[in-house]
């Protein structure tokens, strides 16, 4: 399987990923994160979907969601288990900086 450093591509839910990339990168976080409950329900195990999450939540101050959608990324995709707990480890500084450039669907 390809780990969120490989760059993970959902096959069926490919255009939604790519959506909630662009809203995310014109900072409509809130439309963002909806795109991606869309792909969670099609993609269910992509670790790339919660880390992303992971990163909005954190940005918009949802320290607990930001924990669940990290955990949910580590679990699945534990080898990338460095840069996800990375994230984790800085959930509570507020960081500005939620691009998606170090993960693509």
Not at 97 to 105: G, I, K, M, P, T
Request: net charge negative.
């Amino acid at each position: 399987p390809r780990t969120l450093e490989d760059g993970c591509v959902p096959t069926m839910s490919w255009r939604n990923s790519k959506k909630a990339r662009v809203l995310n990168s014109l900072e409509h976080h809130d439309l963002a994160l909806e795109e991606l409950k869309t792909v969670e329900d099609m993609s269910p195990k992509e670790a790339s979907v919660y880390f992303l999450m992971g990163r909005i939540y954190k940005k918009l101050g949802a320290t607990e969601d930001a924990v669940m959608a990290f955990t949910q990324a580590l679990d699945l995709d534990p080898k990338d288990k460095n840069l996800i707990k990375s994230e984790m480890d800085n959930v509570n500084d507020g960081d500005d900086d939620v691009s998606d450039d170090d993960v693509s669907y």
